[in-house]
């Protein structure tokens, strides 16, 4: 069995995600740390993978990687001080979702995804396994990207340096 190239994935379920307007404005904005949103959007798409690969689960592969890509498609800076911007954690997926469903096609796993992956802080449980693995993976990236420091610039360096190799403006 050939080694899964997560990139490659990415690419093809995610081609017009990557290549839109919104993540146009996602790279100009800051999410943890120094990582951007679309930095962070693909770093928590490539670890729901290889969260689903590690542990075996049956995924529908498309509707994760979409809705992974999409999860905060909210599009704007949430560090500039304005009374909206104090309970970003809480209403971003709402925004997020709304704004993808402007653009994209989303299925039912899609929308869930996107509007439960701030689970615990939001109360509603997600209902999907794609959405859970976004509950998991979006933690483990956001405490990586906060607390990280030198190891997570050089993945962020390494992710960054492995799209363009790929012709991909990432």
């Not at 800076?77 to 209403?91: L, S």
């Not at 420091?149 to 340096?161: E, I, P, V, Y």
């Amino acid at each position: 069995m050939s080694k899964v190239r997560f990139h490659d994935i990415i690419k093809k379920h995610g081609a017009d995600i990557l290549d839109s307007d919104g993540m146009k404005i996602e790279k100009n904005c800051i999410q943890h740390g120094t990582f951007s949103v679309y930095d962070h959007s693909l770093y928590v798409t490539s670890m729901c993978l290889r969260i689903s690969k590690k542990l075996k689960l049956k995924v529908d592969e498309k509707a994760l990687v979409r809705g992974a890509l999409l999860h905060d498609y909210f599009l704007y800076d949430w560090h500039e001080p304005t009374k909206a911007n104090r309970i970003h954690g809480f209403t971003h997926p709402g925004i997020a979702l709304n704004n993808a469903e402007k653009v994209f096609h989303l299925g039912k796993i899609e929308k869930n995804m996107i509007k439960r992956h701030m689970f615990p802080l939001t109360p509603v449980p997600p209902k999907y396994r794609e959405s859970v693995i976004l509950c998991v993976a979006d933690k483990i990236c956001a405490t990586k990207e906060t607390v990280g420091g030198f190891k997570t610039k050089l993945m962020k360096k390494m992710a960054k340096n492995k799209y363009r190799r790929n012709g991909n403006d990432a």
